[in-house]
């Protein structure tokens, strides 16, 4: 089948993103340790649902990275931290937070340190805050210039109905990946449902890439291309 040369990362069954602060937080948990999940990441959100009574848009980030000095977001960001450990009992392998909001310097600046302390990864930012899923010059310089781990691609295909389109989509996306590059595809796979409904605005697009995830063709043919799935540890 090929060398493997590539590593790629993909954030979907045997590595998880725990959000806190949110209704199914504890339920999340108990299920990942029943099934024995030791990849347990932080989906990154600052303020949770279960807080602020509702679900942080593009907007109020926006709003409250404008608002906020750095000191107040660092405790945000910390809080969320010690919360995560408090209810997992470890610290997370990695971290990956929502809507990129890391592209911003406030978030960054804390990060890095907390991350480099504790030799953990993190997602590439992208400027998916401001429009678009473009890449985040001035963060991802200041992130390479640290030891903080992460792929050197990130692809994603967030929006669309057409699975047939968006898995040839990430194939030629992959086929681009150089020897020794790792790469991650980012993807929402689950079930969706009434309370879904009303509190995402990723709704078919789970149980699309849940198709996506389990298909096998999909998987053999990125292994043809060299890749190795790997957890974020395993960078």
């Known amino acids: 089948m090929g060398k493997k040369d590539k590593k790629l990362v ?3 069954d045997d590595e998880v993103s725990l959000i806190i602060d949110y209704p199914a937080t ?28 509702k ?19 660092e405790k945000l960001a910390n809080d969320e931290l010690d919360a995560f450990v408090e209810i ?13 909001i890391h592209g911003n310097l406030k978030l960054l600046s804390f990060l890095i340190a907390y991350l480099e302390e504790n030799k953990i990864p993190m997602r590439l930012p992208r400027t998916a ?14 992130l390479k210039r640290t030891t903080v781990k992460t792929t050197l ?7 669309g109905s057409n699975l047939e389109a968006i898995k040839k989509s990430f194939l030629e996306e992959l ?3 150089k020897a020794n590059e790792t790469a991650e595809i980012m993807l929402h796979p689950g079930y969706f449902d009434e309370e879904i409904l009303k509190m995402s605005s990723l709704t078919y697009e789970r149980a699309r890439d849940l198709a996506l995830s389990l ?8 292994k043809t291309m060299g890749f190795e799935f790997v957890s974020y540890s395993e960078l």
């Open 10 to 12: 993909v954030v979907a």
């Open 26 to 53: 504890s339920y999340a948990v108990q299920l990942a340790k029943e099934r024995k999940i030791k990849d347990i990441g932080i989906h990154m959100v600052l303020k949770g649902l279960n807080s602020v009574g």
């Open 55 to 73: 679900i942080l848009k593009k907007k109020d980030y926006i709003e409250l990275f404008s608002h906020k000095t750095s000191n107040e977001i």
């Open 88 to 100: 997992v009992g470890t610290k997370p392998t990695h971290v990956i937070p929502h809507y990129g």
């Open 129 to 142: 805050l401001t429009g678009g899923f473009n890449e985040n010059y001035a963060a991802e310089i200041m």
């Open 153 to 159: 691609h990130l692809f994603a295909h967030v929006e």
């Open 175 to 177: 086929s681009e990946v």
């Open 215 to 222: 298909d096998f063709d999909f998987r053999d043919r990125i």
